[in-house]
C-alpha cells in the first residue's frame, strides 16, 4: 500500500508543470520533479544529493529562504517572488510556495519547495509598463556591451544625455534601461516625440501653459517638465525642435527653470534629460540647423547605439526573442525559424534596424500555419537580397557569415588596424588574426 | 593577484547578485600572502564593481551569476570563474595549489564541461 502511494506521489509530481523539490533537515535535495529540470536547467541526476541553495541559485537563498522560514516557524509561505539563475546565466523570475514535511510519527523531516516560472507573465508586465533594465536588451555583440557597459554609471550620475542611433536601434529602450538602473526608477519614465507635434504645441506640451495663454486654454495645463520634475523625461528626435524652442530648452538646461506659456514665473524641474535623434547632431551644428550652446548643454555624455547591421550575430537572438514574445501576446507555440530563413535575415541590411526585424517576424509569425516560420513567409524584398550563405541556409554558414561580417565592418570602423579592431570588438589580437586567417578577410597590409 | 570569493555559511555563496560577504585573498607565486573578510557592497551592482575596482581584483570567483552582470565585470577586466560550489577551505587550497581548474568545484549541472563553464573567460594564467 505504501509503496503505491509513494509511485502516486511520485506520478503526481511528475506531471504537474510547477517545479517541485524537496530536502532534508540538512538542505540537500531530495526529490526533484520533471518540471523543476526543465526550469531550473539541471538535471535530477545533478540535483539529488546537493545543497538546495547551489541548485535552486535564487536571490532569496541568503537571505529570504523561503524553505527555511517554514521550517523554523512551521508555516508555508505562498507565492514569494523572486528570481533564480539558470545554468545559462539567464535570471528567472519565479514565485515559491513551500511546507513542511512529516514523517508517520509527526517528526518534521524536511520541506518541500515549488515554484513556478514567471517568465511570460514577467515579460507581458514589463512590457505593459515599459520597465527596461540592461538585461532586458537582447544582445550578445561586443560592440553593444561596450555600450551597455556604460549604462549603471550612466544610471548613477543625472547629467543630461544623447543618445544617437539610426531609427529603430532601441533608443528608448535603452534610455529606459538607464531610468531602470538609476535612483529615479520608481518614478515613471516619461517620453516625448518632439517630431510628433507641431512647434507651438510641442511647445505647450513640454511647458505647459495657464489659463487664458492662448484662446481655447481654459484651465491651467501642466508641461511635461513639470509632471517629470523628479523623474526621467526622453525626448526623442531632438533633432527636429525649432530654433525657438531650442533657446527655451537651453535655458531649462542651464537653469533648471522654464516658464510656462502666459505666466509670469519661472518654475523649477528636477527632471533628468535624456535626448535622442536619429540624425547626427554635430552635423546639425555646422549646417546652423541646431544651436552649439545646446548641443554642448545635451552633449554631456553620448552614446552611441550601432545599427543592426553592425551586430548580425544579435539576430538570431532576437529573432528567438520576438518569436517568444508573439508566443505570449498571442498564446501560440511556434519553435523558431528555420535556419535557411536565419540566414536570409542576417544577409539583409536593415535599414529599418530592430523596429524592421521585429516588423518581419510578426509578419510571418501571423502567417505561419505550422510549428516552425519557413523561406515562404518571409517577403519579396527579403528574398530578393539573400547573400552566399544565406542561399546555403546551414547553421554552420549563418554563424560563419555573422562572425565575418562582425569583424569586417568592425575592421573598417577602425581603419584596418587590428589591435584597434580587437580591442573594439572586445577580443585578444591574437584571436582576431586567427579568424582573420581562418576566413581569409582581406587587410591591408600596411596596417597592424 | 587580488582574487575576490564571495562566501555565504563557509561556502560559496550560490548568488553573486546578492553575495553579502566575501574573502580577499592576495597571492603572489601561488603564496597566500594577505587574507580578509570583507562585507561586500549590497546595494547597487554598480557599487559592487566598483569595490572590485578599488581592491585591484584581478580574479572573482562566485556562484551562480546572471551573463549581463558576468558580461560588465569582465569589461571592467576582471576574469571571472562563475557556477563554483564548494567549502571555502578547499576553494582556497585549491587556488593556492593552483588546482582549483583542475579539480570539480562546480554548481550542480555545471559539469566540467556543462554549460555554465562556457563563461569563463581568458586572461587568467591557469599554468
Redesign the interface.
Known amino acids: 500500500m505504501s509503496d503505491s502511494l509513494n509511485i502516486s506521489y511520485e506520478s503526481i509530481l511528475e506531471s504537474i508543470s510547477d517545479g517541485v523539490f524537496t530536502v532534508d533537515l540538512n538542505w540537500v535535495v531530495t526529490s526533484f520533479n520533471r518540471a523543476a529540470e526543465k526550469i ?4 535530477k541526476y ?2 539529488i544529493g ?2 538546495c ?7 532569496m ?3 529570504a529562504c523561503a524553505l527555511r522560514f517554514t521550517l523554523q516557524n512551521g508555516e508555508p509561505v505562498i507565492n514569494r517572488t523572486g528570481y533564480i ?1 539558470n ?5 528567472i523570475p519565479v514565485s515559491v510556495s513551500t511546507a513542511v514535511l512529516y514523517n508517520d510519527k509527526g517528526e518534521i523531516i524536511g520541506g518541500a519547495e515549488t515554484f513556478r516560472d514567471l517568465s511570460e507573465i514577467e515579460a507581458l508586465r514589463k512590457e505593459l509598463k515599459g520597465q527596461y533594465r ?2 532586458d536588451i537582447i544582445t550578445d555583440a561586443p560592440c553593444m ?2 555600450v ?2 556604460l549604462v ?2 550612466i ?2 550620475s543625472s547629467s543630461t544625455v544623447l543618445i544617437e542611433g539610426e531609427t529603430g536601434t532601441g533608443k528608448e529602450v535603452y534610455a529606459r534601461a538607464i531610468h531602470g ?1 538609476g535612483e529615479r526608477s520608481k518614478k515613471p519614465f516619461y517620453a516625448i516625440n518632439c517630431a510628433a507635434f507641431p512647434d507651438t504645441l510641442l511647445e505647450s506640451e513640454l511647458f505647459g501653459y495657464k489659463k487664458g495663454a492662448f484662446t481655447g486654454a481654459d484651465r491651467d495645463k501642466q508641461g511635461w517638465f513639470s509632471v517629470a520634475s523628479q523623474s526621467t523625461l526622453f525626448l526623442d528626435e531632438i533633432g527636429e525642435i525649432s530654433p525657438q524652442l531650442q533657446v527655451k530648452l537651453l535655458r531649462i538646461l542651464q537653469e533648471n527653470s522654464f516658464q510656462p506659456l502666459g505666466s509670469t514665473k519661472s518654475e523649477k524641474t528636477n527632471a533628468r534629460i535624456i535626448a535622442a535623434t536619429n540624425k547626427n547632431l554635430k552635423k546639425l551644428v555646422d549646417s546652423g540647423k541646431f544651436r552649439e550652446d545646446l548641443f554642448y548643454r545635451i552633449n554631456i555624455i553620448k552614446v552611441e547605439l550601432p545599427p543592426l547591421r553592425k551586430r548580425i550575430s544579435d539576430i538570431p537572438l532576437l529573432v528567438e526573442h520576438f518569436v517568444n514574445k508573439f508566443n505570449i501576446r498571442q498564446n501560440r507555440h511556434i519553435k523558431g525559424v528555420t535556419p535557411e530563413v536565419l540566414s536570409i535575415l542576417m544577409a539583409h541590411s536593415w535599414a529599418g534596424n530592430i523596429r524592421e526585424l521585429e516588423n518581419v517576424v510578426e509578419r510571418a509569425f501571423a502567417l505561419c500555419s505550422s510549428d516552425t516560420i519557413e523561406k515562404d513567409l518571409l517577403s519579396e524584398d527579403l528574398l530578393g537580397n539573400t547573400g552566399m550563405y544565406a542561399q546555403t541556409g546551414k547553421l554552420d554558414a549563418v554563424k560563419k557569415l555573422a562572425q565575418v561580417s562582425s569583424v569586417v565592418a568592425a575592421l573598417k570602423e577602425n581603419n584596418y588596424n587590428v589591435p584597434q579592431t580587437a580591442k573594439a570588438l ?1 577580443v ?1 589580437k591574437t584571436t582576431l588574426y586567427r579568424i582573420i586567417k581562418k576566413h581569409n578577410i582581406s587587410v591591408p597590409s600596411n596596417n597592424d | 593577484m587580488k582574487v575576490l570569493i564571495t562566501v ?1 555559511n563557509g ?1 560559496v ?3 553573486f ?4 560577504e566575501a574573502e580577499i585573498l592576495e597571492l603572489e607565486n601561488d603564496e597566500i600572502i594577505s587574507r580578509k573578510g570583507v562585507p561586500f557592497p549590497t546595494d ?3 557599487n559592487r ?1 566598483e569595490f572590485m575596482l578599488s581592491e585591484k581584483i584581478s580574479l572573482l570567483i562566485c ?6 552582470a ?3 565585470i569582465v ?2 577586466g576582471i576574469t571571472v570563474h ?2 563554483v ?1 564548494g567549502d571555502i577551505e578547499d576553494i582556497i587550497n585549491a587556488l593556492s595549489q593552483n588546482k582549483l581548474f583542475e579539480m570539480n568545484f562546480s ?5 566540467r564541461r ?3 563553464q562556457r ?1 569563463r573567460r ?1 586572461g587568467f594564467n591557469k599554468k
Open positions: 531550473t536547467g539541471i538535471s545533478d540535483a546537493r545543497l541553495s547551489e541548485v535552486f541559485k535564487s536571490n537563498c541568503e537571505t539563475i545554468a545559462k546565466g539567464d535570471k540592461t538585461g556591451k561596450k551597455l557597459d549603471p554609471a544610471a548613477a538602473m572586445g585578444h | 555565504w561556502r555563496s550560490p548568488v547578485d546578492v553575495a553579502g547597487t551592482f554598480f564593481v556562484g551562480a551569476i546572471s551573463r549581463q558576468e558580461m560588465t569589461n571592467k562563475p557556477f560550489s554548481m550542480p549541472g555545471c559539469g556543462g554549460r555554465c563563461h581568458a
